[in-house]
């Protein structure tokens, strides 16, 4: 049986669940929001820096005796003046850089638009023009830029503490018993996440203490880092970040702009403002990484499975080791007893990768979907039934039971809402005039992650709550779910609660990534609100004057900042009046939510994503006309910010398949489209009506918010969804994104 949560929940005073309204929306729509570009502060000056116009080789001399004459310069910073930096540690040694390399410590280039030089002014204006006039002089060597032709050079790497090769099974016996063998290579492009918000660093040092206000999903991240490479205590640095304009991973790390910005106001003595321009976000901050992946599928004719095989390259810099992990969700998608997965690098002349959108399943289920759907046709099955028939019922890969798992009834909702039934299987077969109609669907899945997290929470005497953790609202609503976790667990309404996030001062929160924000910091605002509460009923229950005196604790119950007993809810009193009554200003709890290594269960979203589509076959130009999905999340916290995420991820998927890429031009190694009007990202005109359902999911064992993140999933299908749409409509089938014009002619 499926049931959409449309409706609101059905207790009364539930807030979670409930599709309320961001509690900062009117605070992003007046403009009165401030992200860390803008951050009002004494006397600021602006940096810029400049980048290397070639893509490798060596700097012979800068020359920056005009600039240093320039109106308004107040220092220039290159490797020849910028004193040594202690390293970094990378996300692969324990770290939070995104990169190995420190900035500005040699003369060495190796990527185009590596910064080479830092300029600061009293003015924006000013700071541009004495960068123009810096003078730079190179030997060049020829840049490798193009992944097929070192192919060659590819060393196997693994990633998230996998090999770079894993075999299950026999792959080889399981192929040889096959009837049906299919055996593609599908490629992705380089991808860049082009958030709104351009990446910013405001640096204020106050003496030997660093205020760092920056575009960051990791505020604790870039404490470790810039406390790590200007070699002074992690306490002496405070970074704040209130709101982010979009990041989709690109600023879960920390680019070398961010210690650029705090080494150049220490140099000024003033506080410095760096914000990356628009074509900067193409080569200083990270991509996903180019990918060329091989997939045979073994199979009975009957459509079971007998062999999985997935394998290829992905691009990484010349001096990092960054895994686009496109064999992840290969790992559990289907039951199949043999599997064959390795993932190698090439080194390109290109600045280091990065997590991007579900990073890994997006490019690879754009893999394992597309030739899913090819063996589907092979063997003269339903897409859905092809799939059903290889439904992993426990994960393959560690044989643990899922904590939840509801890809059937994804499948079933999401069929029954988009009109499957509607689809004649024979491709070119349905048309609207001249158009080609197409349908196509793939999976979706998102593994469910969680990581130790720290909240505050306080019930204050006028009956509001104030909590508090470290975390970031980049967009997702994280501010909005706390609020209700917090509301309910106290039992008061949500416009009474205040969420404060985004400040190193506050308890710690992980990196807001791995769409486990929900799980994580909702687990020790869970935790410290529960703690408040019971602190106040302990409180009645001892206190003669209570009306709830010797009430058992089991009978007393919270609704509308009341406390009262369950067998007598005229009996009870307000948060308000006790703390009054004990003349206490404020009850506080924190709460440190750790989590166990020991695992019960395999947790992972699933969904299934459906994709309407009209070809224009003179043209070859496509439009994604409907697209439908239905997932199981497990609990929906807020329906109307869930639905907004996996809106957001079908929109960007939809981007993936038939319009992002970023291109590099193959002899200077420069990206030749770093600007918004030649890398195509969908406008409105793009997109059609998308349907979001969430299969009702209870999962008991997943976390004890029982959600499973919604931030990554949505993208996970799409791609391929629109790709099996369009072989449907018009018998092409396309391996190659994006899917432009050209490649249907
Ligand atoms: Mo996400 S790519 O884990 O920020």
Redesign the pocket.
């Known amino acids: 049986m499926t049931q959409t949560v449309d409706k609101p929940s059905k207790a009364i005073n539930e807030a979670v669940g409930k599709p309320i309204d961001r509690v900062d929306g009117r605070l992003k729509v007046t403009g009165a929001a401030q992200y860390s570009a803008e951050i009002p502060v004494e006397n600021p000056a602006y940096a810029v820096t400049i980048g290397s116009k070639i893509a490798r080789g060596q700097i012979t001399s800068i020359d920056t005796r005009e600039a240093e004459k320039s109106p308004g310069v107040l220092g220039i910073l290159t490797h020849l003046n910028l004193p040594k930096l202690h390293p970094m540690p990378t996300f692969t040694g324990n770290g939070s850089a995104a990169e190995n390399r420190l900035p500005l410590q040699d003369e060495t280039i190796h990527h185009s638009g590596q910064h080479i030089a830092v300029v600061i002014a009293d003015t924006l204006e000013r700071a541009k023009y004495a960068a123009s006039l810096i003078g730079v002089d190179y030997t060049a060597e020829t840049p490798l830029t193009e992944m097929e032709k070192e192919r060659d050079r590819s060393f196997g790497k693994g990633y998230f503490g996998k090999p770079p090769e894993v075999i299950r099974g026999n792959p080889t016996e399981g192929l040889a018993k096959a009837e049906v063998r299919i055996e593609e290579t599908y490629t992705t492009p380089t991808e860049h996440h082009n958030p709104m918000e351009p990446h910013a660093t405001t640096a204020v040092w106050e003496g030997d203490r660093l205020t760092v206000y920056d575009a960051t999903?990791f505020n604790f991240g870039v404490q470790q880092a810039l406390a790590s490479v200007l070699g002074i205590p992690a306490e002496n640095v405070r970074v704040v970040c209130q709101f982010i304009g979009g990041?989709?991973?690109g600023k879960?790390m920390v680019w070398p702009h961010v210690p650029l910005a705090a080494i150049a106001a220490r140099q000024v003595k003033r506080p410095v403002k760096l914000v990356l321009t628009r074509e900067q976000m193409f080569t200083s901050v990270g991509h996903r990484a180019e990918t060329e992946q091989q997939v045979i599928l073994g199979a009975t004719r009957d459509g079971h499975l007998t062999a999985i095989v997935h394998k290829g390259i992905s691009h990484t810099s010349a001096f990092d080791d960054f895994v686009e992990p496109f064999t992840i969700a290969t790992h559990i998608m289907y039951a199949c007893p043999n599997l064959q997965a390795e993932q190698r690098l090439v080194r390109l002349n290109k600045g280091t990768p990065t997590?991007?959108?579900?990073?890994g399943e997006t490019p690879g289920m754009y893999a394992l979907e597309s030739a899913l759907d090819e063996l589907a046709y092979a063997v003269k099955l339903d897409p859905i039934e092809l799939r059903l028939r290889n439904h992993a019922d426990t994960d393959p890969d560690t044989n643990l039971p899922w904590s939840s798992k509801s890809l059937k009834e994804s499948y079933r909702l999401g069929a029954e809402k988009f009109g499957w039934s509607r689809r004649n299987p024979e491709p070119g077969s349905m048309r609207d005039g001249r158009y080609l109609i197409g349908m196509g669907m793939a999976s979706a899945t998102y593994p469910t992650l969680r990581m130790p997290a720290a909240a505050k929470a306080r019930i204050l005497q006028d009956g509001t709550a104030l909590v508090q953790s470290a975390s970031h609202e980049m967009g997702t609503g994280t501010a909005t779910i706390m609020t209700q976790i917090a509301a309910d667990a106290l039992g008061i309404p949500v416009e009474k609660v205040r969420f404060e996030l985004g400040d190193t001062k506050l308890p710690r929160a992980p990196v807001?990534?791995?769409?486990m924000t929900a799980a994580s910091v909702g687990t020790a605002v869970k935790g410290a609100t529960q703690a408040v509460r019971a602190k106040v009923l302990e409180l009645v229950r001892t206190d003669t004057r209570s009306p709830l005196h010797n009430i058992p604790e089991t009978d007393l119950a919270t609704a509308e900042g009341r406390i009262f007993a369950k067998s007598d809810p005229g009996k009870g009193e307000t948060y308000e009046a006790v703390l009054k009554r004990h003349n206490l200003q404020e009850v506080e709890e924190s709460f440190n939510a750790q989590v166990s290594q020991e695992k019960k269960f395999s947790s992972h979203a699933f969904g299934a994503q459906f994709a309407e589509v009209r070809v224009d076959p003179d043209f070859g130009e496509v439009r994604v006309t409907r697209f439908t999905g239905a997932y199981g999340v497990g609990r929906v916290l807020n329906l109307k910010t869930a639905r907004s995420q996996m809106i957001g991820g079908i929109v960007m998927g939809i981007g993936m398949a038939l319009l992002e890429e970023t291109i590099t031009d193959t002899l200077t190694g420069r990206i030749i489209n770093p600007n918004l009007a030649e890398y195509h990202v969908p406008v409105s005109a793009d997109i059609p009506a998308i349907e979001a359902y969430f299969v009702e999911e209870n999962d008991p064992h997943v976390n004890p918010i029982g959600a499973k993140g919604v931030?990554?999933i949505g993208i996970t299908g799409v791609a391929a969804a629109v790709a099996n749409a369009i072989y449907h409509a018009t018998g092409k089938r396309i391996r190659d994104l994006p899917i432009t014009p050209d490649k249907l002619l």
């Not at 997590?355 to 990073?359: D, E, S, V, Y």
């Not at 807001?512 to 769409?515: A, I, R």
């Open positions: 999903q990041a989709f991973g879960g997590f991007m959108r579900a990073p807001s990534g791995g769409s931030g990554e």
